[in-house]
């Protein structure tokens, strides 16, 4: 069997292309995505390259949907430069609509496998991730797509800065209990729960996704995890 932790493009899976988009929206992604799209070029990505800005830190979301809890974000901490990672079109679509109507300019992102942009980040750069409601990918033979994996950990584990945070938000339980093996199995996150309201509670600086509200009007309750990423010794 092929090794899936070591194949480059092979860890993190997404749809690429939905409904067909309206002429509005086409025409707003012929216009944005050249501006706002990253392009990996070379073994490590200046961030500093990115931006119009110069901003305080960089947080990442790998599969930001349509991009509602990215744009809150972006909207509340405009000195931060925001990345976020989803190959699927109609998403990237649904971004560029909130850039467009909300006049942000703080975000870039990445039409593509999350992974080969996590593979082309500098150590220690990223000060917060955030996956968010990722596809729980629901079968057996298909657990090796989960986003959560050993692999993609260890990638998280070098980007992230020490004392930073990883956010974790799914309403599917068992996918719960998944990556709170997985983060427990890695020794350098510290998941930061004391109570149950800890992480059955969204925390007020946690923007809600589409996802999440289809997910409680159909009486699926979530869970919000936060993990810490311990401070590097070196």
């Excluded at 990445?110 to 996956?131: C, E, G, Q, V, Y």
């Excluded at 989960?146 to 800065?161: A, M």
Aim: hydrophobic share 35%; aromatic share 10%.
């Amino acid at each position: 069997m092929k090794d899936l932790e070591s194949i480059k493009g092979s860890r993190v899976y997404g749809r690429r292309q939905g409904k067909p988009l309206k002429k509005t929206s086409r025409e707003r992604l012929e216009k944005y995505f050249p501006k706002y799209s990253i392009t990996l070029e070379g073994d490590k990505l200046n961030l500093s390259n990115l931006f119009d800005h110069a901003p305080v830190e960089y947080w990442l979301e790998i599969g930001f949907g349509k991009g509602e809890h990215l744009i809150e974000q972006a909207k509340a901490n405009p000195d931060v430069g925001f990345i976020g990672c989803e190959p699927f079109l109609n998403g990237v679509s649904g971004l560029i609509d909130h850039i467009d109507r909300e006049g942000v300019t703080n975000i870039r992102f990445f039409m593509d496998d999350a992974r080969l942009l996590m593979d082309a980040l500098p150590d220690h750069s990223i000060s917060r991730a955030f996956i968010l409601f990722p596809d729980p990918w629901r079968k057996k033979r298909h657990y090796k797509r989960r986003v959560v994996s050993p692999g993609n950990l260890n990638v998280l584990s070098r980007i992230l800065k020490g004392n930073s945070q990883l956010r974790i938000g799914t309403d599917h339980h068992d996918y719960c209990r998944w990556i709170l093996a997985r983060l427990m199995e890695n020794e350098d996150f510290i998941w930061q729960a004391d109570t149950p309201d800890d992480w059955h509670t969204r925390p007020d600086d946690w923007p809600a996704t589409r996802y999440e509200l289809k997910a409680l009007e159909a009486g699926r309750l979530s869970a919000y995890m936060t993990f810490l990423r311990k401070q590097q010794l070196n």
